[in-house]
Structure formats: structure tokens, C-alpha cells
């Protein structure tokens, strides 16, 4: 404690030395600072998103890129703010930042020789952990800037045939610039709403995730696809990846299958309608994580597409216990949107490349709706940029989109400011009928959400695989007993269910939930 006591009263007075110099300085100073309270409290770098950054830097006067860029082409005068940033990063004791801080310098920066010296390499860049430090990815060598976050790529693709989807993916890639890093670990989110086939559009296609995985595949990168359905129905998100298309394309580029149930948690309080969330660990355990949402109308978001397809990244039915807190509001359907957003912006997808080649119509975002063609591959490294993008194509106002508001107001993109390389056809479609909420549907919604159980008989005792699971810690053990679930501190993730080595763990339903899930089977829906 003394030593932490020390370090941190060494860095508070470089810091204040360093904000002297100017809004350059107190801008880097603050993130670099954000950063070593975090890990004061035994948090990951990767639990900080780049929006806390911007935020940091804007009240020094200065936004994320143009700190990136002013650091990477420092005149000589700045030499000595090296020297001072490195001295605070060994202060956190975290070596690894100050590793790949320096290597990520050591790319541009002309004054080599001292990017050498701190990053310890000798000339020659080194694989880095991209999600371990706050910095932005590089574009073709290049730092990233404002214009290529505001640029999004619409080409043609008629069909899902796989030459012709691999030549549109890889072209919507190239035309936004952006390089998949070599050795990667890549996980790749796409829409598996619920147990559909790809021929009912209500799923992101096989064919586009299987060119992402080509592409990624060619640049020796390992790769995870990973989901977590809408609604529990029997064998859950794992057996509706194989009824999607999904399995099949990971058997073929040996790709980890992961439903989001059978990963660890982690929880987030960065958010501003979800101040408290428990988010899929899989999200910080991979270096390139790839947004592959599908273009559908939502009755309740109006639109889904990147923002809303992250919203996935929440493992089984806390997704719905995240609806239940905002159901009594007035602007429930408005204020969704926040919530959205606070998903998104924790899981911080870094490349979005959307299934727009058949869209759902009228109804959704189930397989209810009318699938439409609007034969287009859309890419961007700004997820909201793309979904900006893809309510244009669709006709439909992107401000009055409750997600898409909400992150322009946030500052995640600019509408007016974007850049569409290639031509964005006109494919109309109808604004989904409303979704109302009402004593009735918010009951049935509720029956809808899996209870935990654990049977005595089939627990072992001394086992506690699911107590080491459980980070809400709402398992217990003691000496005489089998497992016991406190229900008030549950959060429905069924992440105990799908984990548990002896299969001690079922999910029960009501009668109602069994007769819904019934109706959803027959429907296929």
C-alpha cells in the first residue's frame, strides 16, 4: 500500500508538471492518469473504452486523434514529454503499455531512436495486444484521424454466392483503409437473433461471416464467432448457431464456436442509462473484435443494425432483466436507445462490415418480417457511421432512430461530416408497427426469462465450479448442502447452466414461457 501510496504521489507530480506545458501535454497526462487509477483498482486497461478517453482529452482542449497525431509527429521540443510519459507508465508498473505504447510510436515518429530506446525493440515492430492500450488502430501505416472514423464503403452484391460476397466484403475493407492486424485474436459477433435459417433474413448470413473468416484466416489470425440469442429455446444459443449457418463455417476455417453463455463475465459501470452491466468477458479477451450486424426493421429500436446487433454481447436472459428496468418510463422506447449505446460503446467493436444483401421488411427483428433485397455490403470502422449509412439506404431519418440519436448526441459520429465511398441505392422500407408497452405484453416478456435450478441429487458437493462462475456471486456453498442460488443477486445470464461440469443445472420456465416457446418452435420464429 505504501508503494502504491508512493507511485501514485510521484505520478500527481508529473502530472502537474506536464499540464505547465500546455493542452498537448494535459491531454495525454489525464489519459495516461485515467489509466493508472483503474489499475489502482485491479482493473484492465481493456476495461476503459476510447469514448472515456475523448472525454478525458476534450476537457484539456484537444480531441483523441488530434492527440494521436500530435504525439506520433512531435518536433524535437517534445522530446522530453517522452521521457515523462514513459516515466509515468513504469510508475503504474504496467510494462506491457509502456511496450506497446513506444513500439506503436515507433512506426512514424522520425525521431526513432528514442521510440527504440523505450519500447526496447531494435527497429522492428512487434505483434502487439490491440485492445490493451488506449490508442487508436493505424490505417495503412497511417495514424487514424477524424475522416477515417466518418468514412463508410457501400459496394454491390447481389447474391450470397461466396465468390461474389468475398469480392464485396474485401472491397468494402480496402475502400475504408483498414489493414486486419496479422496474428490477430478475432471474434466476430454477427446476428443469431434467435433459431433461424439463413433463409428467413432474420440472421446475419453464413456467406458474410465466412468472408470475414477468409480474410482474417489469410492473415494467420485466430478467430472465435460468438453470439448470444434473443430468447432461451431448447439446446439455447449453441443450437441456433448451427441451425444459423454459423457452425459449419467455423468447422471450416477451425474457428471457435462461442456461445456467450459459456464465457466468463465482466462488469462495466461506464454507461449512462445502464450504470451497472455484465458484458461477455469475450469481448476483452480478443485483439479485433468484428461487428457483423443484419440490416432489419425492430419494433421496439425502429432500426437494427451495428449499434443494436452488440446488444448480444449481454449472455442470455439479462438482456431481458436490462428491458425490465425501463419499462415503467414513459419514453421507454426512446430512452432504449441509451441503453443500447452503452453496450455498444462497452464492447467497442472496431471494424462493422453489415449484411445488407437481403434486409428484413415490415416486422422484426424475429422471422416475421418480409425479406427485401437491397443487395449491398456496407463497412465502416465506426459502427455508427454504417448504421447511419444503412437508414439512408432504407429511407428511413437516422435522428429519429432512438441508438442513432443518442450516440450523435454523445458525439460518436457526425452525420454531417461522414463519407460514403461507393453509391448508396434507395431500397424503401416500411417503419415497423410500434411496440407498445402495456400490463399484458410486459407480463408475457417477463415469462419469457429462465430460472436457474440446481439439482441436489446431480450436485457435487465441494465441486464450487459455479460459484467460480458466477460473478454477480449469486452462488453459495457451505459444507453440508449442494449449491444454493441467491435469486435476488441472479441476473439470469445462464452462464451456470451452460458451464457446469456435471450438468447439476437446469432452467425452468412457466407454463406460459413453455407454451411460448411452443408457439416460437411451430412458427419458427
Given at each position: ?46 476495461d476503459l473504452n476510447y469514448s472515456e478517453y475523448d472525454r478525458l482529452a476534450l476537457k484539456a482542449g484537444c480531441s483523441l486523434q488530434s492527440v494521436d497525431n500530435t504525439l506520433l509527429h512531435a518536433p524535437p521540443t517534445r522530446r522530453m514529454h517522452f521521457e515523462n510519459i514513459r516515466i509515468i507508465i513504469v510508475s503504474m508498473g504496467d510494462h506491457t503499455m509502456k511496450r506497446t505504447f513506444f513500439s506503436r510510436l515507433l512506426r512514424k515518429n522520425p525521431f526513432s531512436s528514442i ?124 443450437r441456433n448457431l448451427v441451425v444459423s449457418g454459423m457452425a459449419s463455417v467455423a468447422k471450416k476455417y477451425n474457428a471457435r464456436l462461442l456461445p456467450f453463455e459459456k464465457a466468463s463475465l465482466r462488469r462495466v459501470s461506464s454507461g449512462q442509462a445502464l450504470k451497472i452491466l455484465w458484458i461477455t468477458n469475450a469481448v476483452y479477451e480478443h485483439d479485433l473484435i468484428i461487428n457483423v450486424p443484419k440490416l432489419k426493421v425492430h419494433r421496439l429500436a425502429e432500426y437494427s443494425g451495428a ?219
Amino acid at each position: 500500500m505504501r508503494n502504491q501510496r508512493s507511485r501514485s504521489k510521484k505520478c500527481f507530480q508529473i502530472e502537474n508538471t506536464l499540464i505547465m506545458h500546455g493542452s498537448f501535454c494535459a491531454a495525454i497526462t489525464i489519459r495516461i492518469h485515467s489509466l493508472f487509477q483503474k489499475l489502482f483498482f485491479n482493473r484492465h486497461t481493456a476495461d476503459l473504452n476510447y469514448s472515456e478517453y475523448d472525454r478525458l482529452a476534450l476537457k484539456a482542449g484537444c480531441s483523441l486523434q488530434s492527440v494521436d497525431n500530435t504525439l506520433l509527429h512531435a518536433p524535437p521540443t517534445r522530446r522530453m514529454h517522452f521521457e515523462n510519459i514513459r516515466i509515468i507508465i513504469v510508475s503504474m508498473g504496467d510494462h506491457t503499455m509502456k511496450r506497446t505504447f513506444f513500439s506503436r510510436l515507433l512506426r512514424k515518429n522520425p525521431f526513432s531512436s528514442i521510440a527504440k530506446k523505450f519500447s526496447g525493440t531494435t527497429g522492428q515492430t512487434q505483434s502487439l495486444p490491440i485492445r490493451s492500450h488506449p490508442f487508436e488502430f493505424l490505417y495503412n501505416g497511417q495514424p487514424s484521424t477524424e475522416t477515417r472514423h466518418q468514412k463508410v464503403s457501400a459496394v454491390p452484391c447481389g447474391s450470397y454466392t461466396l465468390s461474389e460476397v468475398n469480392a464485396a466484403v474485401k472491397k468494402a475493407i480496402d475502400d475504408i483503409g483498414f489493414i486486419i492486424p496479422k496474428g490477430a485474436r478475432v471474434l466476430i459477433k454477427p446476428n443469431v437473433v434467435a433459431r433461424n435459417t439463413p433463409s428467413q433474413c432474420a440472421t446475419t448470413h453464413p456467406a458474410v461471416v465466412d468472408a470475414l473468416c477468409a480474410l482474417c484466416s489469410e492473415a494467420g489470425c485466430s478467430i472465435t464467432i460468438g453470439d448470444s440469442s434473443a430468447f432461451y429455446q431448447s439446446g439455447g444459443t449453441a443450437r441456433n448457431l448451427v441451425v444459423s449457418g454459423m457452425a459449419s463455417v467455423a468447422k471450416k476455417y477451425n474457428a471457435r464456436l462461442l456461445p456467450f453463455e459459456k464465457a466468463s463475465l465482466r462488469r462495466v459501470s461506464s454507461g449512462q442509462a445502464l450504470k451497472i452491466l455484465w458484458i461477455t468477458n469475450a469481448v476483452y479477451e480478443h485483439d479485433l473484435i468484428i461487428n457483423v450486424p443484419k440490416l432489419k426493421v425492430h419494433r421496439l429500436a425502429e432500426y437494427s443494425g451495428a449499434i443494436k446487433n452488440m446488444y448480444g454481447c449481454i449472455p442470455g436472459g439479462t438482456k431481458q432483466i436490462y428491458h425490465e428496468l425501463f419499462q415503467y418510463r414513459e419514453d421507454y422506447r426512446d430512452f432504449w436507445g441509451e441503453s443500447l449505446l452503452d453496450v455498444y460503446t462497452a464492447a467497442d467493436p472496431e471494424l462493422t462490415v453489415m449484411d445488407a444483401v437481403y434486409g428484413l421488411d415490415r416486422d422484426g427483428p424475429a422471422a416475421t418480417g418480409t425479406p427485401q433485397k437491397t443487395g449491398t455490403i456496407l463497412a465502416s470502422s465506426n459502427g455508427v457511421v454504417c448504421d447511419i449509412a444503412a437508414c439512408t439506404m432504407i429511407g428511413f431519418d437516422p435522428r429519429k432512430v432512438p441508438a442513432i440519436r443518442a450516440a450523435l448526441e454523445r458525439g460518436s459520429a457526425d452525420d454531417r461530416s461522414m463519407e460514403i465511398v461507393g453509391i448508396l441505392p434507395s431500397v424503401p422500407f416500411n417503419h415497423p408497427h410500434s411496440c407498445k408497452s402495456s400490463a399484458f405484453s410486459d407480463y408475457l416478456f417477463h415469462e419469457m426469462i429462465m430460472t436457474p435450478v440446481v439439482s441436489k441429487s446431480e450436485c457435487v458437493k465441494g465441486c464450487m465450479q459455479c460459484a467460480t462462475i458466477c460473478k454477480p456471486g449469486a452462488i453459495s456453498f457451505d459444507d453440508r448442502t449442494s449449491a444454493r442460488i441467491d435469486y435476488q443477486r441472479c441476473i439470469r445470464c445462464y452462464c451456470c447452466e451452460e458451464q457446469c461440469p456435471h450438468g447439476a443445472i437446469r432452467l425452468r420456465g412457466s407454463v406460459v414461457n413453455h407454451i411460448i416457446r411452443f408457439i416460437r418452435t411451430i412458427k419458427r420464429i
